[in-house]
């Protein structure tokens, strides 16, 4: 336990949470942070980029504008220093391809200190001397404080399971199953209908797929509402309105506010409606048909294909498929503590950690050393938490608290609205 290197803070994980504060906290500090990621080196939901998706969030939400916009980490200095400036700005995007902002998060990982990837941590312990984390037997770190950013990942629901995973499979494996999708006039179910059950449904369009099934359960395809007032929602001043409220007040409103960031983006629905009319108009018939208001609740083996069993409006429906792609959404990957780190946590009602407003986790014997939760207060912080679009913001008032200074001065004074 003596040849380990020690640092003032360790992150799990090096997305663009963790990168974020990194980026800052390298500038503004002189203390060394570390970031441990499982991943072979710097790659964001790659599985699920294809050529032609977009990002949900503006290119000046990027790691470090909003809280210091003369950082040589902004998207601004990457699209400069790779001359891609005039051929972005030409191309008149209404938002940025997302290959595009992978490539920006890589070039900006390359750039900051001590990130070390492969390395899966799967034991956090708290000592006296502060956090230990370790990769297997071996003990990577010690810090004084941790800042948890481990994102989140794919699942298959239970009414899904069990099916044969070339038929059956999550929307991150449609790329590597493609090739063997050899039938383009087989049945094909998309099930999910937010950004990546879309996206999906492009992706089998644009490979000559001719029978597309999508599925929803909400009564349309709702996209995002994009509204200046619902963008005020994505504002500083609103995440501390919302630390304000009781609890749960704050569930309710933020279970309310759900549309302003948890939908389609108008553009890719748009884009595909015309896409399947296009469709239409070369075939004669739709290559997608659009199913909301279905509930799949199973699904069985038939001969060489599928079946679909769904609710519908006052009606039960069965639909053949030979392929079913999964888009049922993300769930928060497990934090790995220890046991004895885990018994010392404070849970809330829903046995989910509590995080307070400066994104520190409640738990007992903290004896000056905090933990850190970024992405994971979706009901504390509102739907800020999970997204791109206050990284730099939240990642400041981490910095912030974990050292007792201000760091950052985080300023959102001139709103019009008094929520
Ligand atoms: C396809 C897709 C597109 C999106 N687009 C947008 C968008 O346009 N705008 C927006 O605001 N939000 C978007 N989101 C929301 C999403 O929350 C953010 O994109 C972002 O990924 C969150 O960053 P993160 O760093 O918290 O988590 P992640 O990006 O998930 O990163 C977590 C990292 O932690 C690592 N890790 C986890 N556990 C361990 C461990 N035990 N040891 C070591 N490493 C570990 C993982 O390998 C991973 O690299 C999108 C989400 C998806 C899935």
Known sequence: MTDHPSYFAVGIGAG???????????TATTKRIAL????????????????????????????????????????????????????????????????????????????????????????ISLTDDGFVVYSGDRVMAQAEHLVLGVGTQPFLPEEFSGMPADKVFIADDLRKRLPAMTDRDAPVAVVGAGQTGVECVFRLLGAGFTNIQWFGRKQWFQSIDDSPIANDMYRPSHVDFLQGLTRSTRKQLIADHKLTGDALTPGALRALYQANYDGMLELGRYPVTLLPYRDVTGIAEDGDGLVLRCT?????????ARYVVVAAGRRSVPMPFDDDLRERLDLDDDNEMIVESDYAVSFKGMNGHRIYALNHSRYSHGLTNAGLTQLPVRAARVINSMTGEEVFRIADELTSVRW
């Not at 663009?16 to 390298?26: D, G, H, T, V």
């Not at 519908?312 to 053949?320: G, K, L, S, T, V």
């Open 36 to 123: 441990f990621d499982r991943q072979p080196g710097p790659a964001w939901h790659s599985d699920l980029l294809y050529s032609g998706v977009r990002m949900q969030t503006g290119w000046l939400k990027d790691l470090v504008s909003l809280v210091d916009p003369r950082h040589k980490l902004t998207f601004h200095n990457y699209l400069v220093t790779t001359g891609r400036l005039y051929a972005l700005l030409n191309a008149q995007f209404d938002a940025i391809p997302r290959i595009e902002y992978q490539r920006y998060l890589t070039w900006a990982a390359e750039q900051i200190n001590d990130i070390y990837y492969s390395v899966n941590i799967d034991k």
């Open 16 to 26: 663009p949470s963790n990168l974020s504060l990194a980026a800052l906290f390298e």
């Open 312 to 320: 519908a409006p006052d009606r039960r429906e069965e639909h053949p």
